[in-house]
C-alpha cells in the first residue's frame, strides 16, 4: 500500500514470498511423483505412454525449471521493491536492468513447466486415468500456492507503475523512471500470463485434443523427423494458449475465412512454420469439456492458398454463396 509521499510504499512481505515458494515447488516435485507412481500402476498402457512421453525425465525439468523461475522472480522483486521505497534514479536503473536481464530466464522457465504440468494430467485422465485419486487434484493444489500472493503484490506493483508513469511525463525526467516502467510493463505481461496459465491448471476449462487429418498426415510424412519434431512442439505451445492466452495465441495465427454464406462462420486458422503454414480449425465441445484442434494440410507457403480453396470446398460445399 502506499502512503500516498513518493517513495513510501511498505515492503513486500519477501522473505514470507520466497519460503512459501520453495515449500510449494518441494510440494510439487513430491505430489508430481507420487502421481507417476500411483497412476503408472493403472496398468501397461500408463506405463507405455508415461516412458513414451518421457514424463520422469520431464518432472525433473519441471522442479529444476520452477527454481530457476521462482530464483529469478525473487531476484527481479528484491530489485523493484528497493526502487518502490527508494525512488533514486540509481536503485531504477539497477531494479529495470535486473528485470531486462531475468525476463528471458523467467519465460524459458515458464514454457518448460507448462508442457511438464499440462501433460502429466492429461496422462492421468486418459491413460493413467483412476478414478476417485485425490492426487491429480493435491498437484493442482500445490500449483496454485504459486500465485497465492497475486492479490498482495500485484495493487503494489499497479500503483508503483502509475506514479513511474507521472514521473516519466514531468519535464526533464531522469531516464530511470520509464526505463523502469518499460520494464515493470513487460514483466506484469509475463506474470499475467503466468497467473492465467496457473488458473488453467487448477481449474481445467477444457481438453485440448488434437485431430489430423488423412491429407495432414500425409503432408506430415513429406517432412524429416528432426522437422516434425520441432513442428509439434511449436504446434503444441502455440494451440496450449488457447486455454488460459487467447491473445497471444491469437498474435500467433491468423484467422482464415472461407467465403461461406452470411451467418456462418468458421474457426479456421494458420500457423507459419518455417517456410510452411499449418492450416487448422478449432472446435469447443462443452458436453464432453473438449477444445479440438483439426490439423488439415502442412503446406509450403505459395501452395497454401490453394490447399486451403480445397480443403473449403470439402468441408463447406452446402454454405458456398457462389
Keep these: 500500500m502506499n502512503t500516498g509521499e513518493s517513495g513510501s510504499y511498505e515492503a513486500l512481505p519477501l522473505e514470507e514470498w520466497n519460503a512459501d515458494m520453495q515449500a510449494a515447488v518441494g510440494d510439487i516435485r513430491r505430489i508430481g511423483l507420487e502421481v507417476l507412481k500411483e ?5 501397461e498402457k500408463a506405463l507405455e505412454v508415461s516412458k513414451q512421453w518421457k514424463l520422469a ?18 531476484l527481479m522483486v528484491e530489485k523493484i521493491d528497493g526502487a518502490m521505497r527508494s ?12 528485470i531486462e536481464q ?17 501433460d502429466l494430467l492429461r496422462w492421468t ?12 487434484g493435491e498437484y493442482r493444489a500445490s500449483y496454485a500456492r504459486l500465485i497465492s500472493y497475486a492479490p498482495i503484490f500485484k495493487p503494489r506493483l499497479e500503483a ?9 511525463r514531468q519535464p526533464g525526467a531522469e531516464s530511470a523512471a520509464p526505463r523502469l516502467l518499460s520494464a515493470i510493463t513487460r514483466y506484469n505481461a509475463v506474470l499475467d500470463s503466468a497467473r492465467r496459465f496457473v488458473q488453467a491448471i487448477v481449474d481445467p476449462p477444457l481438453e485440448l485434443v488434437f485431430q489430423e487429418t488423412n491429407l495432414f ?5 513429406n517432412c524429416s523427423v528432426g522437422d516434425r519434431s520441432a513442428m509439434a512442439s511449436r504446434l503444441n505451445d502455440c494451440c496450449q494458449l488457447l486455454l488460459y492466452d487467447k491473445t497471444e495465441f491469437d498474435r500467433r495465427t491468423e484467422k482464415v475465412r472461407p467465403r461461406l454464406a452470411d451467418g456462418i462462420d468458421a474457426s479456421m486458422y494458420s500457423m507459419a512454420i518455417d517456410k510452411g503454414r ?45
Design 39 to 43: 497412476h503408472g500402476a493403472a496398468g
Design 102 to 118: 531475468n525476463l528471458a530466464d523467467i519465460e524459458e522457465s515458464f514454457l518448460v513447466i507448462r508442457h511438464a504440468s499440462l
Design 217 to 221: 498426415l500425409d503432408d506430415w510424412q
Design 160 to 168: 508503483f507503475q502509475h506514479e513511474l508513469l507521472e514521473l516519466s
Design 87 to 98: 525512488m533514486a534514479p540509481d536503485v531504477m536503473e539497477t531494479a529495470a536492468r535486473t
Design 57 to 74: 525425465e520431464r518432472q525433473a525439468d519441471e522442479h529444476e525449471a520452477l527454481l530457476r523461475l521462482i530464483e529469478a522472480s525473487r
Design 125 to 136: 485422465r486418459r491413460a493413467g486415468r483412476i478414478e476417485g485419486s485425490p492426487l491429480p
Design 278 to 322: 499449418i492450416l487448422f480449425s478449432v472446435d469447443e465441445d462443452p458436453v464432453f469439456e473438449q477444445l479440438t484442434v483439426t490439423l488439415y494440410r502442412l503446406v509450403d507457403e505459395e501452395k497454401f492458398a490453394d490447399a486451403c480453396e480445397v480443403v473449403f470446398q470439402v468441408l463447406y460445399t452446402d454454405f458456398d454463396p457462389r
